[in-house]
């Protein structure tokens, strides 16, 4: 008996010892099993740019599955001929702030021309492609509708179709999940850069999926290609995918920012500070006028779900209120997939609307009467309502009609079901 056992737990052991192996080296995880678009294009589907002139849009996220930069892969293979380089706002590398203009110059590792993408010329134009038979587009997107970069993408689908130029879209996870939509659908008066097309604020789509509805319901009508990713699933976030996450511009550090992002954002359309300048924007809002130690209480009373709010003060080093001391609280997501950062994000705006009505303000209207605030909602209607009193139940059944319409459209251009 004693010797059955012996063998038993030997057995145990060694086939634990082979596990543990196994997982550190990368076999059968989810790491090894998901394959992001880029990988699927450089391994399998190298034919779709061989021997072709390159124009590839990209920036710091454009890596493989072991982080080499998508542009070095490409520049240091001999069947590719990359020939331009293109950045969104932030940058090829991402060292630019928001709202900063990059201009031309030329990358410092491949010696290659990059064309700015973000200030006076948002989509390429006939000269910048000159030398281009094929554009790639690389970029990891944050899953919100004012996340710039899809944008970058539709004005580059754009000047393919204008210039008879074939687009590849190399897809990425949507980091926050692809199953919950979330938010008012743009009205056409409130398109800008941070909101071109009709979608709602959490659209729920991959980069890739995007790209396809773009393509055919706002009639842009290019040559498009999607280098599907394997093995992604639509309940994933991005930490389920066991990828690395490479900071998709400078405010977006972390995962736990881009889980905020989709109602925290709504902050940069106030007075108040989104916590930019600091280790934590997004998560952390506040101004000097605030106490945060009631905001907290008033924010928490509200149960929401997956969420907790902790009093908090700061001192931005850019942006709102540099240098100066601000309160305000920290979003504390506890559970990611009960969390609804739009909802969350708007009984911000007007728990402290309400609390302080003489100190707070939404950024100034412009001469058509449209705010910043506006653009970034999609609608004039939330400003209003706010302003009215109104509760955010009552917002959420305004615009129900249409994001239930949307998601008829949306289905049809879902990669992975």
Do not use: C
């Amino acid at each position: 008996m004693k010797k059955l056992l012996t063998i038993i737990f030997a057995v145990l052991l060694i086939s634990s010892t082979i596990s543990f192996a196994m997982a550190h080296k990368g076999y059968n995880t989810p790491h090894t099993k998901l394959r992001i678009g880029a990988d699927v294009l450089l391994k399998d589907k190298l034919s779709l740019i061989k021997g072709k002139r390159v124009g590839l849009i990209t920036n710091p996220t454009g890596v493989d599955q072991q982080l080499n930069s998508i542009a070095d892969l490409m520049y240091r293979n001999p069947e590719v001929k990359l020939t331009a380089l293109f950045g969104p706002e932030h940058g090829i590398r991402g060292s630019e702030q928001a709202g900063k203009y990059v201009e031309y110059y030329k990358d410092e590792r491949t010696g290659l021309p990059v064309y700015s993408l973000y200030g006076p010329t948002k989509k390429p134009t006939i000269e910048m492609l000159k030398n281009v038979d094929v554009i790639v587009f690389d970029i990891q997107d944050a899953g919100s509708r004012f996340y710039t970069y899809i944008y970058t993408m539709a004005l580059a689908m754009e000047a393919a179709k204008e210039n008879h130029i074939p687009i590849i879209v190399l897809d990425r996870p949507n980091p926050i999940g692809g199953i919950k939509v979330e938010g008012p659908v743009l009205e056409d008066k409130y398109s800008s850069f941070v909101g071109e097309y009709p979608i709602p604020v959490r659209h729920g789509m991959t980069i890739g999926e995007l790209s396809r509805l773009f393509n055919k319901e706002f009639n842009i009508g290019a040559d498009l290609t999607v280098v599907k990713m394997d093995g992604w699933k639509r309940n994933m976030l991005y930490d389920d995918t066991k990828l690395q996450f490479v900071p998709p511009s400078p405010n977006m550090p972390t995962l736990d920012t881009a889980i905020v992002y989709p109602g925290a954002a709504l902050i940069e359309g106030t007075n108040l500070s989104e916590g930019r300048g600091t280790t934590r924007p997004f998560e952390t809002i506040g101004a000097p006028f605030i106490n945060g130690d009631d905001l907290a209480e008033k924010l928490n009373a509200l149960k929401l779900p997956g969420v907790i709010f902790r009093a908090s003060s700061f001192i931005p080093t850019t942006s709102k209120y540099v240098n100066e001391l601000a309160h305000g609280v920290q979003i504390h997501v506890t559970d990611r997939k009960a969390f609804k950062p739009f909802e969350a994000g708007l009984y911000i705006v007007k728990t402290i609307h309400d609390m302080y009505p003489d100190q707070f303000a939404f950024r100034t209207p412009d001469s058509k009467g449209i705010s910043y605030f506006d653009n970034l909602a999609g609608t004039g209607d939330i400003r209003r309502r706010i302003e009215q009193g109104k509760s955010v139940d009552q917002m959420e059944r305004e615009w129900q009609g249409k994001l239930k319409e949307f998601m008829k459209v949306r289905e049809k251009y879902l990669l992975y079901k």
